[in-house]
């Protein structure tokens, strides 16, 4: 009998189903074994069209660049010159989102005040009222008013330096809140006049008005009992930004900020997070729209956040039109939410740096997201605040550059013309040219 | 005018809404200081108008003679209100101290947020009386809307008559007090023993309200507490 060799027979390696993918069917076993969704923090982390998918044109033989460095370049931006006596003025747009104290530690809130005013912009309170910390340490502050008013008083409000009503966020548009009760620690019950340790659901709606004409009413209030001195913010998640724009300048609103749904929660459901809402590459144009329908482009100022990570965001959001941008997650990280030397912390909490979002179980290494006294002195707020204020430094910087490169003076001369789209996805959204062709879609034919 | 006039307080100082315009009013009111002498405030032909007599953070006595429109009284912090009408949506939303007595009957949301203070109300309130309540003190002599003192916080709201669908629905640590029928209970509200401690609160506020009713006569409901924390169990009570 002759020995004859087996045929080798390639073997292919395992594939994993594209749509059941590995991620997917380790939820589904999760789920199976829980009965109950997941939770998390931060905002959609799945692949977007994003501003990634935009580029400068930059200048050449038709546009005149400035020299950079040499060449004036401005940043500034005024907000709140509608109705309000006395708008803000920040020397760049890049903002601090609303975060609350609850969600966020007092060290960390105290953190983005100090490197907020270093930069010469503002923060936000958020739900859980406003602290004496972030006060103190905050040039410009600007007041949340949300469904559950929680550490709503009087005086508080008429600390602050504009009024932001908060209808919603691009995380989770119709959503409301839930802050677990390892996080109401003395302190925050107190703060918003609950038990301690118990789980503390955030409304969704606004108790005491329903729609636009009663908005209209409680921003009439808001403006009384403040002399109308005050900015008055609507904050939007982004879903229906053409008409829910329209509503807010209805309203009455000064400010209009629109969050697109990479922007970051504090905790909700991974579902909502993923599958509610739009991107805010999706939602700028809209809003850009209505405001000039109504021919209040530039007087009342869009405020766009969701995703902003660079300075070419910041110039691409306000070249579509937005008077200023907004940072949260962005901020955190600045901050030294998952940094890499807590790896092995990351790692004893099944994650790892970079990825860590269980933002509401108050287990955060870096002491940002808990209200443990133990981790929340691991975070110094002077240190995490110039940390901050290098972090907005850089942002303005690197949009200062992309400005000059297209001839602008000022962030806010950037303009849609100097944008093309690297996909048909983009430019559909952003409303500028697919890149070497003069398309739009759905507003230019041909190319 | 004649007739307003004299309905107000002698030396008080009138504002008419006729011919003054709302931010005067609430600019003065506001502007106040503790030491001040003037403490009688009397508001003429209210004409249903919104925010009258915001944000006061003075204990001054505030009459207006007529009705008034959303969120009369808001955020007081010190006066005594007096509504000779009824009052729109949100009358003395988010109340801090001081007192508000409604003479007519109220829209919804009365005494939303409110952390202080005491809200009267003579005749009736719609839905979402108490909603969020944060520490104030309600008194409906009427009855009150469906879904009253959903997710109230802390204080006491006492209905002398009948309370709307879902009273308390998902409570945290407010007292309600009922005289009349409840058309039925949200989540998490049931009917608690009626302690001494809460006759005695209930004796006072019905004092308070210039009410003879019987302290007896009222059933007392509040948080059974299961949904303090969430757990998929209780995922059909919401």
């Known amino acids: ?447 | 005018m004649s007739t307003a006039v004299k309905l107000a307080e002698p030396g008080a100082i009138i504002f008419d809404l006729a011919s003054a315009e709302l931010r005067d009013l609430n600019g003065t009111l506001q502007g106040l200081d503790l030491t001040t002498n003037q403490t009688s405030w009397a508001v003429l032909n209210p004409r249903g108008e919104h925010a009258i007599a915001v944000g006061i953070t003075t204990p001054v006595n505030v009459t207006i003679d007529g009705h008034v429109g959303y969120y009369c009284g808001g955020m007081n912090d010190g006066a005594n209100i007096i509504i000779k009408g009824n009052a729109g949506p949100g009358v003395g939303e988010n109340m801090m101290s001081g007192s508000i007595h409604v003479l007519g009957d109220a829209s919804q949301a009365a005494g939303a947020t409110a952390h202080g203070g005491l809200l009267i109300i003579d005749g009736n309130a719609t839905a979402r009386c108490g909603i969020s309540m944060k520490g104030i003190d309600i008194v409906v002599k009427g009855n009150v809307g469906h879904m009253s003192a959903f997710m109230a916080q802390s204080g006491n709201l006492v209905v002398l008559g009948d309370a709307g669908e879902a009273l308390g629905d998902s409570l945290y640590e407010a007292r309600l007090f009922v005289r009349g029928k409840v058309a039925s209970l949200g989540a998490d509200c049931e009917e608690k023993p009626f302690t001494d401690e809460d006759k005695t609160i209930l004796a006072d506020l019905l004092k308070k309200a210039g009410s003879d009713a019987a302290v007896a006569d009222f059933k007392r409901y509040g948080s059974a507490r299961t949904l303090y924390h969430f757990h998929v169990d209780n995922a059909g009570a919401y």
């Not at chain 1, 000059?404 to 048909?424: F, M, T």
């Open chain 1, 1 to 447: 009998m002759n020995e004859t060799s087996a045929p080798h027979i390639p073997q292919t390696p395992p594939r994993f189903s594209a749509t059941f993918d590995p991620y997917t069917v380790a939820e589904i076993q999760r789920a199976a074994a829980t009965g109950i969704y997941d939770i998390r923090g931060g905002g959609s982390k799945r692949k977007l069209p994003h501003f990634d998918d935009l580029l400068f044109l930059g200048a050449s033989v038709s546009r005149y660049p400035l020299e950079g460095y040499r060449e004036r370049c401005g940043t500034d931006v005024i907000l709140g010159t509608r109705f309000a006596k006395k708008p803000i003025h920040l020397k760049i747009p890049v903002t601090i989102a609303g975060m609350s104290f609850g969600s966020l530690s007092a060290n960390a809130k105290e953190a983005l005040g100090r490197g907020a005013t270093a930069a010469g912009t503002s923060t936000t309170t958020g739900d859980g009222g406003m602290t004496p910390e972030e006060r103190g340490h905050s040039e410009t502050l600007i007041y949340q008013y949300l469904p559950s008013r929680y550490g709503m008083n009087l005086a508080d409000l008429r600390k602050a330096d504009a009024i932001e009503v908060v209808i919603g966020q691009g995380a989770k548009p119709g959503g409301g809140g839930m802050l677990l009760g390892q996080k109401i620690s003395p302190r925050v019950a107190q703060m918003r006049n609950l038990p301690e340790g118990i789980d503390q659901r955030s409304a969704c709606r606004h108790p005491d008005w329903t729609g636009p004409d009663d908005l209209e009413i409680k921003i009439l209030e808001l403006r009384e009992l403040t002399n109308w001195e005050k900015p008055i913010y609507i904050k939007v998640g982004a879903s229906r930004p053409y008409y829910d724009v329209t509503l807010a300048i209805k309203a009455g609103a000064d400010v209009v900020v629109l969050d697109g749904m990479q922007g970051g929660t504090a905790a909700t459901q991974e579902v909502f997070i993923e599958h509610v809402g739009i991107p805010i590459l999706a939602a700028i144009r809209p809003a850009v729209q209505a405001l000039q329908d109504l021919g209040l482009h530039r007087k009342v100022q869009l405020i766009v956040s969701g995703g902003i990570r660079t300075g070419a965001d910041v110039a691409k959001a306000l070249a579509l039109g937005a008077d200023a941008v907004a940072i949260g997650t962005a901020a955190l990280i600045a901050l030294g939410d998952n940094a890499p030397e807590l790896e092995s912390e990351y790692k004893k909490l099944g994650t790892t740096a970079g990825a860590y979002d269980d933002w509401h179980e108050g287990r955060d290494p870096a002491g940002i997201t808990t209200q443990d006294d133990k981790l929340a002195a691991r975070l110094d707020p002077v240190k995490a605040g110039h940390r901050l204020a290098n972090y907005l430094s850089v942002l303005t910087l690197e949009a200062q550059a992309i400005a000059r490169a297209c001839g602008k003076s000022h962030l806010h001369n950037l303009e849609p013309e100097d944008l093309v789209a690297l996909n048909i996805e983009a430019a559909a959204m952003a409303q500028v040219p697919l890149a070497g062709t003069s398309w739009i879609p759905g507003k230019t034919t041909g190319f």
